[in-house]
């Protein structure tokens, strides 16, 4: 009984139920499936292409991240070299630092070039200082042998951690001893080390140039205070905020000293990125395309197949809007049932490779070792919605013809 009465109260809706209960069969029946199908695979491809994209950005980011924190403090004059001129450890701009909103975690670090030689090779790299303040969350995660540095205020370790590439290089285990070389006041100095782990982040160029020490290390070497530092390091808890958190930390530090984002210290790694997003462009737009043509040709070919019926109901007197509104709730029903089946099919793929990691690449070349996931549910929204918005729009089109169809030459039409 209620379904008779909310047919009643929406013809349009009953009519074009019944037209598409009555479509199996006709003509338009394959034209229908492959529309549903187009609708399908574009959505399922746009939605790979963001959560790919986006686990790309995500990943290249918080290597790099990791490796120098999202915001550096650091002197004034220092630019972009590893001889620095150090800062001091003010503990009352640290509370400052800790206490601006957005901020994570603040720690101290240093630097220092130097060069590694074994008995058969040699290597140039940077003996980075880090102290008990460091978070070793990023680190932690890409330890492939020993252990994270254990560090203390007492005592200066004299252990270090290498890269798998450098391991490689200069054919090195855990727990071999190695000697560095550092030039000091025109003198060339050397230090020996033990290796206490190894990592591996898939960035080549940064796994063959940083060495983790203990800070004290490079204030040795460098002639420092213990309370001086080249710089801090900010992490923040939104990357989205970074700018904001930027100009506020700012604020609080010394005139002789500089912040300096991670997208001003490595700005081609992040210049990169950014042209990812007009790859994600590209192809949306080249499968909503496809969709909305898909469409409008299933939709014609309705049209025409219903032209009989079409100026039966221009001779009862039905109006062109109100037939308009038939085809494009048939029309409707096809792009739903593609969005059903594109977000099923494709959520499926995204959760399948996020969590089994079954399609690898080369590390070498795309610093990842799998296909790198990252789901944004409110993306995949705004995908849908854009979807099903730009393809009903585009339909309204092929629907104008329908005020073109006389009643007599349609009924009469074969």
């Known amino acids: 009984m209620q379904n008779n009465k909310n047919s009643a109260l929406n013809p349009e809706f009953f009519i074009a139920r019944r037209l598409i209960k009555r479509n199996t069969g006709n003509f338009s029946d394959p034209i229908i499936r492959i529309a549903i199908i187009a609708v399908a695979l574009g959505l399922i491809v746009m939605i790979l292409a963001i959560a790919i994209i986006i686990g790309f950005k995500h990943e290249i980011s918080s290597k790099v991240i990791g490796f120098g924190g999202h915001i550096q403090v650091s002197n004034f004059d220092n630019n972009y070299s590893y001889e620095v001129i150090p800062i001091e450890q003010d503990p009352a701009l640290l509370r400052q630092l800790k206490d601006i909103p957005g901020v994570k975690h603040v720690q101290s670090f240093g630097n220092k070039p130097g060069i590694i030689k074994t008995e058969n090779d040699i290597q140039g790299v940077v003996l980075k200082g880090i102290g008990r303040d460091f978070d070793w969350d990023f680190f932690k995660e890409k330890m492939i042998n020993g252990s994270i540095l254990q560090l203390s205020d007492t005592a200066i370790s004299n252990d270090i951690l290498i890269s798998k590439k450098l391991a490689s290089l200069l054919k090195l285990e855990t727990g071999n001893d190695v000697r560095m070389y550092f030039i000091i006041d025109d003198l060339i100095r050397a230090r020996r080390f033990t290796i206490k782990g190894i990592y591996e ?13 203990d800070i004290g290390q490079i204030q040795k070497l460098n002639s420092w205070e213990s309370n001086q530092v080249a710089g801090f390091e900010i992490l923040v808890n939104d990357l989205k905020n970074l700018d904001q958190v930027a100009n506020e930390v700012y604020t609080f530090i010394p005139y002789d000293t500089n912040a300096r984002t991670i997208k001003e210290i490595y700005p081609q790694i992040f210049d990169w ?14 499968m909503i395309l496809v969709a909305i043509i898909t469409m409008i040709s299933a939709l014609l070919i309705l049209i025409l197949e219903r032209t009989n019926t079409i100026g039966l109901l221009k001779a009862l007197g039905c109006k062109t809007w109100n037939i308009r509104k038939i085809f494009l709730i048939i029309a409707s029903n096809i792009a739903l049932k593609g969005i059903f089946w594109g977000n099923l099919i494709g959520l499926s793929l995204v959760f399948v490779q996020k969590y089994s990691g079954i399609i690898k690449l080369s590390q070498e070349s795309y610093y990842v070792s799998v296909v790198p996931i990252q789901i944004n549910f409110f993306h995949l929204l705004v995908l849908n919605l854009a979807t099903l918005l730009i393809t009903i729009m585009a339909l309204v089109i092929p ?12 009924i009469r039409y074969e």
């Open 399 to 410: 629907s104008v013809i329908i005020s073109a169809i006389s009643p007599v030459k349609a």
């Open 273 to 286: 990125l950014k042209l990812q997003d007009m790859n994600v462009i590209i192809i949306l737009t080249l």
């Open 201 to 213: 982040t898939g960035l080549e160029d940064f796994d063959k140039m940083f060495v983790l020490c």
